[in-house]
């Protein structure tokens, strides 16, 4: 099992930038995919934007490309969402996540939070107007 933990949430204005981390422990040998996810009270986990562990690619959902990336740090082993130009939509609590499998996952599956076994505890993103 992975271990996630999440900093980096806070209050800022629209249209400024803010950088979550994740930093995984644990059996972290055996992940491959880790992810962020976005959760407003009375909605559904929406998926954010993910990444592959050993070969890098990335995907992001339509609605933040361009302003939101992932990213990583071998050495820490931590990854980060870059959120850029932020937009009072996009305040939400924010989630990482890692499938916890050698194992790649197809890209429908790595949008849907069922695909991930071990999650971070949460942060807090509001974006003021």
């Known amino acids: 099992q992975v271990q996630l933990v999440q900093s980096g949430g806070g209050l800022v204005q629209s249209g400024g930038s803010l950088r979550l981390s994740c930093a995984a422990s644990?059996?972290?040998?055996?992940?491959?995919?880790m992810a962020w996810f976005r959760q407003s009270p009375g909605k559904e986990r929406e998926f954010v934007a993910a990444?592959?562990?050993?070969?890098?690619?990335?995907l992001s959902a339509d609605s933040v490309k361009g302003r939101f990336s992932i990213a990583r740090d071998n050495v820490k082993n931590t990854v980060y969402l870059q959120m850029n130009s932020l937009k009072p939509e996009n305040t939400s609590g924010y989630y990482c996540?890692?499938?916890?499998?050698?194992?790649?996952?197809?890209?429908?599956?790595?949008?849907?939070?069922?695909?991930?076994?071990?999650w971070g505890q949460g942060t807090k993103v509001t974006v003021a107007s």
């Open positions: 996540a890692a499938h916890a499998t050698r194992a790649a996952l197809t890209t429908s599956r790595a949008t849907t939070p069922r695909a991930y076994d071990d």
């Open positions: 644990g059996r972290t040998f055996s992940t491959n995919t």
């Open positions: 990444m592959n562990w050993s070969g890098g690619s990335t």
